[in-house]
């Protein structure tokens, strides 16, 4: 049976749950997912229709250029669809942003461009012989619920639990008033990974222990950035902004 959750432990020995995400909302987001790219397949025949007999009345070589792009549009949305969405988004489509989901590494991190167009290679396979039934065996075999291209990339669907408070903008995307005055190039992207996990399993925590996290993941990032005393005395209001400016310069959610 599979596992409902992924635990990884972070650099400060402190355990981070990632609840796995399952068949069902997997399918939910492939469907919606699907639904997108049936609509872009629509409007992609309309406009290459209204353009061939458009620009065939100026140019004999025109409609076979339009067919040509037509044809490399199709093929993108077809096939790039899931690798595109997921490389720019941080591991989201628009059908997983919508169930809440997201790829991530077995190790927790952010997946990669690499990671993202391995693991859709592999969709053509897991989608036979028809309607994705050797993904979802694969899926139900599995106990993190990987389908064939998980495993090729080492990558997991997990949930996002959407954060409802305001104030927890960890996760969120800010907007361009946040910013801090430190050179965020400097962070690493698992330096900021770690933050972001803690600021998503922040209200799970004791007190002691949220201190505790807040101090050490800090005193990891103060030197390199270059962190006033006056803004380490209040180490999580300055996580939150670190996290959401961060996501700001990066364009993602």
Known sequence: MPDDKLTIETPEQIPLDFPLAGIGSRFLAVAFDFLLQFVSVLGLMVIADMLFYTIGRFSSMGPIWVAAAAVLVFFLIQFGYFAIFE??????TPGKRRLHLRVIKDSGQPITTYDAVARNL????????????????????????????DYVAGTVVVHE???RDPGQIGLNFAGG???????????????????????????????EVRARLTRQIVERIALKLQISEDDQKSPDPLLEKLAAEYRNQARYR
């Open 177 to 207: 008033e946040t910013r801090t005055g430190y050179d965020l190039r400097r962070l690493s992207q698992e330096e900021f990974q770690l933050i972001e996990a803690y600021l998503l399993r922040r209200p799970q925590l004791s007190s």
């Open 87 to 92: 490389s720019l988004w941080n591991g989201q």
């Open 161 to 163: 639990k959407p954060l």
């Open 122 to 149: 592999l969709r053509i396979v897991d989608s036979l012989p028809g309607l994705y039934v050797v993904g979802i065996l694969s899926a139900l075999l599995s106990s993190k619920s990987k389908r064939l291209g």
